[in-house]
C-alpha cells in the first residue's frame, strides 16, 4: 500500500457519483482515475453514457471534470470508500465504519441524483453499515437507502478482473441511463 495520489471529482447536483474500493497503484501513479485499463471507459461509452470514447490516460479530466462528453452534458464525479491508500488487491484493503461515515456524509452533502458502488466491497459495507442484506453483484437498482435523501443507488460490478461480462455491465449502465431520462423528464413536468 502507497498514499494515494488521487483527488476525488465530487460536487453539488451530480448526476452520478461512481464509488470505487481504493486508487489502484497505476491510476494514483497516473494521477487519472482508471488510467490503466480502457474497459470503465468502454463500458459508458457503450451505453451511451458518454458520447465518444475517451483515452484512458486523461479520461478521467474529461468525463468527471468536464459535461461536453457526457450524455445531455450529464455531470458526473467519482470518489472512493477508502481514498487516502493505493493499493491494488482489494483483499488488503479493510474499509472502516469511519469510511462508510465519511462517503454517506460526502453524499448526503452533494446530493447526487445516483450514486453507483463499483465493488463488491463497498457494496457489503456500506449496506451492512445501513442495515441492509447485500444483493448478488451487478444486481443493479438498489433504490434510495439513504433515509430523507433522494440519492438513488445502484450495485454494478467493477470494470475488469471478475467474472462478470462486459456486456452485463454494459445494461446495468443503461438502467442508469434510463433511470435518469425518466427522473429528468418527471422533474421537468
Known amino acids: 500500500m502507497e498514499e494515494s495520489n488521487l483527488t476525488?471529482?465530487?460536487r453539488q447536483k451530480l448526476d452520478i457519483l461512481f464509488v470505487g474500493l481504493n486508487p489502484a497503484?497505476?491510476?494514483?501513479?497516473?494521477?487519472?482515475?482508471?488510467s490503466v485499463f480502457q474497459s470503465f471507459w468502454s463500458q459508458l461509452f457503450e451505453s451511451g453514457l458518454i458520447t465518444s470514447n475517451?483515452?484512458?490516460?486523461?479520461?478521467d479530466e474529461i468525463i468527471f471534470g468536464s459535461t461536453q462528453k457526457n450524455f445531455n452534458n450529464w455531470s458526473f464525479g467519482i470518489t472512493d470508500l477508502v481514498t487516502e491508500v493505493a493499493?491494488?488487491?482489494s483483499s488488503k484493503?479493510?474499509?472502516?465504519?469511519?469510511?462508510?461515515r465519511r462517503l454517506l456524509d460526502t453524499i448526503k452533502e452533494n446530493e447526487p441524483i445516483v450514486?453507483?458502488?463499483?465493488?463488491?466491497?463497498?457494496?457489503?459495507?456500506?449496506l451492512s453499515?445501513?442495515?441492509y442484506d447485500t444483493p448478488d453483484a451487478n444486481s443493479g437498482e438498489l433504490g434510495k437507502i439513504l433515509k430523507d435523501y433522494e440519492s438513488n443507488f445502484f450495485n454494478m460490478a467493477f470494470p475488469h478482473g471478475n467474472t462478470i461480462t462486459s456486456v452485463d455491465k454494459v445494461k446495468r449502465?443503461?438502467?442508469v441511463k434510463d433511470y435518469l431520462i425518466n427522473k429528468k423528464s418527471t422533474n421537468s413536468n
Do not use: C, M, Q, W
Open 173 to 175: 449502465y443503461f438502467e
Open 54 to 59: 475517451v483515452d484512458k490516460s486523461n479520461a
Open 25 to 34: 497503484f497505476g491510476s494514483s501513479r497516473n494521477k487519472h482515475y482508471f
Open 8 to 10: 476525488p471529482f465530487i
Open 87 to 89: 493499493e491494488n488487491k
Open 115 to 126: 450514486v453507483i458502488l463499483l465493488h463488491g466491497k463497498v457494496l457489503d459495507k456500506v
Open 93 to 100: 484493503i479493510k474499509p472502516t465504519r469511519t469510511h462508510v
Open 129 to 131: 453499515f445501513l442495515g
